[in-house]
């Protein structure tokens, strides 16, 4: 054999030895979701950004339907084959996760500080002990406008009740539009879009609603049925038919012009977009009284934690700090317009209609959907009740009073505040 023969295989057989170790090195991470939306929005943009600093570790985004999540991932959890990481629906699904020692403590996760206590709160042990997602977005609630119309008829956006009443009068008397685009068939559309749209600025925010919790409220209490009663007057500004229309005809008679306002999730902001051939703005739920303090349901939605027996729990981690960092908040707020960064550092919008949502942080107090934190857990479910109670109060076949109260049994006959 040659001295250049053997030279060369020694040549070889180092590179093969050199792409054997780099290739085991390589990672590979699978996050479970229910948005598969963002699918692209994660291949094109987020994965490659991590990918980028993260030499050796490969990341897979593999959602699955929304309607299918909860019940495929626990499939999966019970397994053992679920993904390294699992995108968080907000409180108790995911606490319940945590429990069963499905998702792991993330305490002592870099980039954890980056968010404050009610930004983690949807994702955190009733105690305060553990937190097991890092927050990702959030959604806020207000109403969102056709400009076009409220430029033809002369109306200014409103920031108080009267104001807000005035104009839906304006637009009714007018006959051109819709005044509200909202129905009540699908039940959650009433209560989400309504109830719990309008009502922190009557229960203030988080003061009523830990009150609640704590036993010192009550749902019979004036601050809870006041959004009723306010709920009540809406009837007369959803159009005929209100009753049988669905969230998808509601969303249709706003895109297509034909009603002036729509009560509204920030989450509506990327569809719109594509749909409206109007301009759109948006204005937060209107004040009791000019000057009052305002409060906004800026409402936790996403998180990701990571998979308790994943076999990468600290490439997983890696993933992980990085999206709880600025930079991911700004990729993912960005490309969604309408789900909102939780993290500490501000995120710059470029969508204009989600920039003036998000502003709403600098002036109104934030609060959460009262009834995602404890108070669902028994039968019969507090969100679910406050869904068709919502409906009833707008149909008219429920008083606003009747509704508090089958609430406040209903909670009362599972619910036993601590002590």
Avoid at 51 to 63: H, L, R
Avoid at 190 to 201: D, F, K, L, S, V
Avoid at 329 to 344: E, H, R
């Amino acid at each position: 054999m040659t001295r250049n023969l053997i030279k060369g295989l020694l040549l070889a057989t180092s590179i093969l030895g050199t792409a054997g170790i780099a290739q085991a090195q390589d990672v590979s991470l699978t996050i479970e979701s229910w948005r598969n939306d963002d699918l692209s929005i994660w291949k094109d943009k987020i994965i490659p950004a991590f990918e980028a600093k993260n030499p050796g570790i490969k990341v897979t985004f593999a959602p699955t339907a929304p309607t299918e999540y909860n019940a495929a991932l626990n499939a999966k959890l019970d397994a053992g084959s679920a993904g390294d990481l699992i995108t968080c629906r907000p409180f108790d699904a995911s606490l319940e996760l945590y429990n069963k020692k499905h998702l792991a403590s993330l305490n002592d996760l870099p980039g954890m500080e980056n968010f404050s206590d009610v930004a983690r709160s949807a994702w955190t042990t009733d105690d305060g002990s553990a937190t097991f997602c890092v927050p990702m977005a959030s959604v806020i609630h207000g109403f969102i406008y056709n400009k076009d119309a409220f430029d033809q008829l002369g109306i200014a956006v409103p920031t108080t009740e009267d104001e807000f009443f005035a104009a839906l009068d304006k637009i009714k008397a007018d006959g051109n539009y819709i005044p509200m685009a909202m129905g009540t068939k699908d039940l959650w559309e009433a209560a989400t879009m309504g109830y719990q749209n309008i009502g922190p600025n009557y229960w203030k925010g988080e003061e009523g609603r830990l009150a609640l919790i704590k036993g010192e409220q009550k749902l019979t209490d004036p601050q809870w049925v006041e959004p009723f009663k306010t709920l009540a007057k809406w009837k007369d500004y959803l159009g005929d038919g209100f009753e049988a229309q669905t969230y998808p005809d509601s969303q249709n008679l706003f895109t297509l012009g034909r009603a002036a306002i729509y009560p509204a999730g920030s989450w509506e902001i990327g569809l719109f977009n594509t749909q409206a051939q109007f301009k759109m703005g948006a204005f937060p739920p209107p004040v009791k009284t000019a000057g009052d303090t305002c409060y906004i349901s800026d409402h936790n939605d996403i998180g990701i934690g990571l998979n308790a027996k994943s076999v990468n729990p600290e490439a997983a981690k890696k993933l992980l700090t990085f999206i709880a960092s600025p930079e991911f908040a700004d990729i993912y707020a960005n490309s969604l317009p309408g789900f909102f960064s939780l993290n500490s550092t501000a995120v710059k919008m470029a969508d204009p209609l989600a920039q003036e949502f998000v502003s709403w942080r600098e002036k109104c107090q934030p609060t959460i959907r009262s009834t995602y934190q404890i108070l669902s857990r028994g039968t019969p479910n507090l969100e679910n009740e406050t869904w068709t109670m919502s409906a009833n109060v707008i149909n008219g076949t429920d008083t606003p009073e009747a509704a508090a109260e089958k609430l406040q049994k209903g909670l009362d006959s599972w619910f036993k505040p601590a002590k």
